[in-house]
């Protein structure tokens, strides 16, 4: 999975297939993402990114570099 944005499109699409039983393989640095903001705090994209990249890993499939998925 690539795309954007990490925490919109490229989350629902992993969860769906997750939950369908397809394997999911995110490359992370396909993906992009934006600064959010919630309730006064402001959120940097990195730290948008790398929080969904640890929950797709956590719980969804794999999370790897485009690097080493095209190196397997």
Same mark, same amino acid.
């Given at each position: %999975? =690539?795309?954007? @944005? *990490?925490? %919109?499109? /490229? +989350?629902? /699409? =992993?969860?769906?297939?997750?939950?369908?039983? $397809?394997? #999911?393989? #995110?490359?992370? +640095?396909?993906?992009? !993402?934006? +600064?959010?903001?919630?309730?006064? =705090? *402001? /959120?940097?994209? &990195?730290? =948008?990114? &790398?929080? %969904? @990249? &640890?929950?797709?890993?956590?719980? $969804?499939? !794999? #999370?790897? *570099? !485009?690097?080493? $998925?095209?190196?397997?």
């Amino acid at each position: %999975m =690539v795309g954007a @944005m *990490s925490h %919109m499109c /490229v +989350d629902a /699409v =992993v969860r769906a297939a997750a939950d369908m039983g $397809y394997p #999911v393989t #995110v490359l992370h +640095d396909a993906c992009a !993402t934006l +600064d959010l903001e919630f309730n006064g =705090v *402001s /959120v940097p994209a &990195a730290q =948008v990114h &790398a929080a %969904m @990249m &640890a929950a797709f890993a956590f719980g $969804y499939g !794999t #999370v790897k *570099s !485009t690097g080493d $998925y095209l190196a397997a």
